[in-house]
């Protein structure tokens, strides 16, 4: 599938935490990443991205205010596959935090 680039803002970055909002119109992805450190995701518009990794694409809906978290080693792409705006803030938590 041919998506656009979702949208990335660095709101901080220092030895603690990296914070990045990510906007993702409809048809838009991250591209494949591997995540370096564990993180936390802050859920800001919900709805049903698109989880592709080594196993597979499935559907993975989010909603608005429920956090989760994943551990570093995290490889995939998120893409919204829908027709609505999804956004959600990512909490990196860096080694010594």
Same mark, same amino acid.
């Given at each position: 599938m041919n998506r656009t680039t979702a949208l990335s803002e660095v709101q901080r970055d220092d030895d603690e935490l990296r914070v990045t909002l990510w906007q993702f119109p409809p048809g838009s992805g991250t591209g494949w990443h591997v995540?370096?450190?564990?993180?936390?995701?802050?859920?800001?518009?919900?709805?049903?991205?698109?989880? !592709?990794? +080594?196993? #597979?694409?499935?559907?993975?809906?989010?909603?608005?205010g429920k956090s989760y978290s994943r551990p570093a080693g995290a490889e995939?792409?998120?893409?919204?596959?829908?027709?609505?705006?999804?956004?959600?803030?990512?909490? !990196?938590? +860096?080694? #010594?935090?």
């Open positions: 995540h370096e450190v564990a993180y936390v995701v802050v859920p800001i518009n919900g709805g049903a991205l698109t989880v !592709e990794d +080594k196993s #597979g694409s499935r559907a993975y809906p989010i909603e608005s995939h792409n998120i893409a919204n596959d829908g027709t609505d705006d999804i956004a959600f803030v990512e909490i !990196e938590l +860096k080694p #010594g935090r």
